[in-house]
């Protein structure tokens, strides 16, 4: 066990976090569960946080990743599927009409989802997927995707887990999407992701069994599924828990009610600058709820623009990029 | 990382396995998948094995546990419930007439299920099945059913844990069910149990976040199901199964037609004088097809009756109880 008990050991492993109360409040909570003898001592077995993926580690703007991949899929996928030019929510993605498509809402996300991540093994999803990462490229970075992680909470990862903590991923995103790149990216091998899932099932294809993604949903991990599917993956309540969305609320809720100490923290995207700036009216990411409620539940907002002193590995120190 | 790679160490960590083909079996997969260097080398993220629970780690005659504590429940909450006298499958259990509740199956089995599991929060839930085990006793045996645990077994996941695996349990049984003994029984954690669930439901009741659990199945974590489970909770293919019946058949298939070196084994109960003798006619536990493919498919066949030095912890050595 590795304990960097001492204060510069402990500023060495959060250098891209600005000194303030949201640095001190992740270090005073880190040093009282793992301080021996203490009054608020948990063991390593229970040093469990969990983490929202889409604008929690990674971006989310313009749209959810997973929600521009399933474009994507759409397109390519279109030749082989003409009615789609006549047919919403299709024919919106068709012609990049994101005013319709925000109007159809999760259930039109959930047919778009149904028509293009379904019909192939899990196998074969997971090469698409890694195909689409490693070439597409977002459109205000032109860069990778995977390059859009948060280099704040790549070091609060390392942090914890140097202090005995079990980090686990709890996204509303697809949880085969997301286990693509979790172990590469954030270090959280698949058993540690949780997330959205379709119906598979088991055949047998020539002789050889294999599991095929069925056009059903199975569960959706947001909002109130989030401590449901926490407790169906991992069993226990975790300590700590890190979201941005009203999507984390009820997971912050259920995590930071157990009793002993805990921790909940929301992370406010207010820097147009470097990142995005959106909280209340946004369609994805939408913190109303969540921005409200944190000061009286006790919940550490964690301001981008001041908190951070870089948001992604690939700016300069003076967030030059 | 701890490697028993001397004769007399790894003989002292199964010491309740009879010398034969079973166990050097075992003993041979684990040398070949940590010799580093070696063709077959596993890395230790990779070396995932996982359990079938009934009739694999612990005994399942004259029936599945979990299907006694429903009973039990059944009988328990039986004067609140009036009608249950004169209502199937409810009045076969009242009159212990096993000839009707076995011919309602599974089916019927998932009614008293619904009945008797649903209605409380998790936590209420854990309370009750944690005072059943404490005071229920076994027909045969009159011991605490988690006195009814196979010794080789309890070595065997010493032994592999030692060699850096993680063992999992994949459990045709209720989730949470298992989830309250499996650490004190296994020394597996729940977030480590995998198994056939009921919805459950996120709510705020008298402002404190809880979850209620629901007269509705959410997963049958059995044949097909199993493989299907393991892909959710781990997202990765294990490299070793242990099941002992036909609901562990996919499972087995599945993970030995993975690459690289696979194992799988099948516990034959073939001890009427230490444990059960049972097989293809059996209600609980059928092994039908596996007994017939098991050598086909290089499959680890183990007798309980000729493996087994000892089948329960409080046996003597000779066998006596």
Known sequence: MQQPDKGATIEDMLPSWNDGEAKASIIEFVSRVTKKGGSQFVPPMDRIAVFDNDGTLWAEQPFYFQGLFVFDRVRALAPKHPDWREKQPFKAVLEKDMKTLAAAGLHGLIELVMATHAGMTTEEFERIVKDWLATARHPKFNRAYTDLVYQPMLELLSYLRANDFRTYIVSGGGIEFVRTFSERLYGIPPEQVMGSSIVTKFEVREGRPVLVREP????????????????????????????????????LEWVTAGTGLRFGIIIHHDDAEREFAYDRASAAGKLDRGLDEAPKRGWTLVSMENDWKRVFAFEKENGEQ
């Open 216 to 251: 059903k949903m199975d569960f959706i991990d947001d909002h109130e599924g989030k401590p449901v599917g926490i407790n169906k993956f991992i069993g226990r309540r975790p300590i700590a828990a890190f979201g941005n969305s009203d999507g984390d609320f009820q997971m």
